[in-house]
Nanobody
Framework: VQLQAYGGGLVQAGGSLRLSCVAS????????MGWFRQVPGKEREFVAA????????SYADSVKGRFTISRDNAKNTMYLRMDSLKPEDTAVYYC???????????????????WGQGTQVTVSS
């Protein structure tokens, strides 16, 4: 499976972006999915996760209430809607996949089977 992340860009604080992660070479519905982000010099951090069917989601405390993860298995695509963006949300955002189901609130502890290439999100103050 190959993952391709899209949708990053430059936005002012308080603005919104929607990231997409498109899967090819496999069926997305077989994977528990998540988003991570990384700032240079810091460790990659968990952002959000979604179960196989989309019925369960989990978020990092820092984005809860502002970000929404979703998926469309028919389109082999996962999304991250980001609202009320803050300068501290600036990072490279990566999508990832874990084969089979997962417990979304423990998603960060799973070894990811696949990673996307990352997309830069920059929030200006």
């Amino acid at each position: 499976v190959q993952l391709q992340a899209y949708g990053g860009g430059l936005v002012q604080a308080g603005g919104s972006l929607r990231l997409s992660c498109v899967a090819s070479g496999g069926t997305l519905s077989r994977y528990c999915m998540g988003w991570f982000r990384q700032v240079p010099g810091k460790e990659r951090e968990f952002v959000a996760a979604i179960s196989l069917s989309g019925g369960f989601t989990s978020y990092a405390d820092s984005v809860k209430g502002r970000f929404t993860i979703s998926r469309d298995n028919a389109k082999n695509t996962m999304y991250l809607r980001m609202d009320s963006l803050k300068p501290e949300d600036t990072a490279v955002y990566y999508c990832a996949a874990v084969k089979d189901n997962c417990v979304t609130y423990n998603y960060a502890t799973y070894e990811q089977d696949y990673w996307g290439q990352g997309t830069q999100v920059t929030v200006s103050s």
